[in-house]
């Protein structure tokens, strides 16, 4: 059973400072990974989708790396912004687009 | 319409009623998930379907908890004897046939009292 886990769960950062968020998971055998933003209350937004042939993607300040043999992805945060204040989820996906959540990280940039 | 629309977008009921959730995916989108985001629980997947047909329903928590879609288009996702623990937000995602990216919608916050 595919097992994600998302550290640290909470990060409190200064504003401008570069960040990194963490998402492992157990099973390599993914079809495809995803980074989300969750605001309180709203619903998912879609950040950055990485196919399990691709070893990174980039959306302005935002770059998501895979390492797919090792189980790991990071999602790094440039010049951050108390704007970027959200929950962040990783999401692992199955060829048939089952998606297997982590607990997310809670960011929040302080201005 | 342009995203996945979600029905209602809050909902309280009483411990013991029915609940109907209700899915309206992303024009010809073919598959359509359902998922449960619980305090101190996540994200969980419900069920998913391809076409009208459910191919997996390994999430579903409870036999108070059965899910259809007609037409290959609008979902329901029907909660009998509604429990306190059923209070979560359900999230309803579709992809397109061969798609790459699932779509969220907004989600609906069910609380029962």
């Known amino acids: 059973k595919q097992e994600v886990t998302q550290i640290p769960a909470a990060l409190s950062v200064p504003e401008g400072e570069n960040l990194v968020l963490n998402c492992s998971f157990t099973?390599?055998?993914?079809?495809?990974l995803q980074w989300f933003r969750q605001d309180p209350g709203k619903g998912l937004t879609s950040l950055l989708l990485?196919?399990?042939?691709?070893r990174e993607q980039t959306s302005g300040r935002l770059n998501a790396s895979l390492d797919k043999s090792s189980g790991r992805s990071t999602l790094y945060i440039a010049a951050s912004q108390p704007g970027d204040s959200a929950t962040y989820l990783c999401?692992?996906?199955?060829?048939?687009?089952?998606?297997?959540f982590g607990d997310g990280t809670t960011l929040t940039v302080k201005p | 319409g342009a995203g996945v629309s979600q029905s209602p977008s809050n909902k309280v009921t009483e411990k013991g009623k029915d609940v109907e959730l209700r899915c309206d995916p992303i024009?010809?989108?073919?598959?359509l998930y359902w998922y449960r985001q619980s305090l101190g629980q996540g994200l969980e997947f419900l069920i998913y379907?391809?076409?009208?047909?459910?191919?997996?329903k390994s999430g579903l928590p409870s036999d108070r908890f059965s899910a259809e879609r007609t037409g290959g288009s609008v979902s329901t996702l029907t909660i009998q004897r509604t429990q306190q623990e059923d209070s979560a937000v359900y999230l309803c995602?579709?992809?397109?046939?061969?798609?790459?990216?699932?779509?969220f919608g907004q989600g609906t916050r069910l609380t029962v009292v």
């Open positions: 999401a692992v996906n199955t060829n048939a687009g089952k998606s297997t």
């Open positions: 995602a579709s992809r397109s046939y061969g798609g790459t990216e699932a779509f």
């Open positions: 379907f391809q076409g009208n047909s459910a191919p997996d």
């Open positions: 099973d390599s055998a993914i079809y495809n």
């Open positions: 024009s010809g989108h073919t598959a």
């Open positions: 990485i196919q399990s042939s691709q």
